[in-house]
């Protein structure tokens, strides 16, 4: 098979040909049609996240078909069309597995990170992580749900209960930031506009492109995350990967609102007067994502429906869809297109 394989943090990816993977017990092989890019990969490529160990192939929001079932697989079939997740194997037995929080097992392993992902033709992936899709959801519309998605809407979820029931006057509907709006935000916008929620974004200061493109997705105020919003806002998540935006987000939640933090990286976060997290706000972060998060964004998208803006790329143009990302050259997602 083909695959874009990382040798090392700081390296560019390589074309190469390797063996086709064979699926081993209680796996599945699967022909890869598209794989979304992450923030989470530059992470990797730059070597930013604990106990990384290369050579890797990155990816881990892919859509497939299925091509051949390893031993002791069942319900699955040769044919189906499934998505794979950042998570991608769990333990099953711990505490954490066992009372459905397997996001936080401690010996998990992730696609694209300790399990080779989807920026290759073939991909082997564990059973119980394939995902069954919505029909009739193009595979380059459904990659990106399947991390900033995913993770997305459990940050969105979490953003706390006061939070969580839309009221019936319009005005007093619940008010959501949005830090950083790029492929998880514009994702969540939508079904946060949904839900009768209003969406205040903010956006690098300057970014006046993106605080269009967040404008047109429903948000109802954009602006730069150093503004103060017009309101108070009831939560707030933050999807940059920007420790600073942390203080700011806080002086901007109403007392009782939540700051979620829904990167697996940060930078190092900035002290900040006690008064400000004062009156029950409060800050977390939100962990990788759980199969029955997978399950509910999956059931919601087409209701919404989540139409994902994406650039799409060649596998070998994988460097370059994760230099734009980098670079903000894209609204939206990218999408590495592998098969038709
Ligand atoms: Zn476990
Ligand atoms: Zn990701």
């Not at 070597?47 to 091509?67: A, K, N, S, W």
């Not at 051949?68 to 069942?74: C, E, P, Q, T, Y």
């Not at 029909?135 to 399947?146: I, R």
């Amino acid at each position: 098979m083909r695959a874009m394989i990382l040798r090392g943090a700081g390296e560019a990816l390589a074309l190469e040909q390797l063996p086709d993977p064979e699926p081993q017990r209680g796996q599945v092989l699967v022909r890869v049609i598209a794989c979304g890019v992450c923030r989470t990969d530059l992470h990797i490529l730059d070597g930013e996240l604990p106990d990384l160990r290369y050579p890797i192939i990155p990816g881990h929001q892919i859509v497939g078909e299925i091509v051949a079932l390893g031993d002791g697989v069942s319900g699955l079939s040769p044919g189906d069309r499934v998505g794979v997740p950042w998570l991608g194997w769990t333990c099953g037995e711990c505490s954490y597995c066992r009372s459905e929080r397997e996001n936080l097992c401690e010996a998990a392993k992730f696609t694209g990170c300790d399990l080779d992902g989807g920026f290759a033709e073939l991909c082997c992936c564990d059973a119980r992580y394939c995902f069954a899709l919505p029909a009739g959801y193009p595979a380059l519309q459904v990659a990106p749900l399947l991390c900033g998605g995913l993770i997305g809407y459990r940050a969105y979820r979490l953003a706390g209960e006061d939070f969580s029931p839309a009221t019936e006057r319009a005005a007093d509907a619940p008010r959501l930031g949005l830090y950083g709006f790029g492929s998880a935000a514009h994702m969540i916008a939508q079904v946060a506009r949904f839900e009768g929620r209003r969406v205040f974004a903010f956006t690098r200061a300057g970014d006046s492109r993106g605080q269009a493109f967040a404008r047109q997705l429903g948000a109802e105020w954009a602006g730069s995350s150093d503004d103060t919003p017009p309101e108070p806002l009831d939560a707030a998540i933050i999807f940059a990967p920007v420790g600073a935006l942390v203080p700011l987000a806080l002086k901007a939640v109403a007392p009782g609102g939540s700051v979620v933090c829904a990167g697996i990286h940060m930078s190092d976060i900035p002290s900040f007067p006690y008064r400000d997290l004062w009156r029950e706000r409060v800050i977390r972060s939100v962990a990788n994502l759980t199969r029955a998060d997978g399950e509910a964004l999956l059931a919601l998208a087409p209701r919404v429906p989540i139409e994902t803006t994406v650039s799409r790329y060649a596998l070998e143009e994988v460097n370059q869809a994760l230099d734009d990302l980098r670079a903000g050259r894209f609204d939206g997602s990218a999408v590495i297109e592998i098969a038709v």
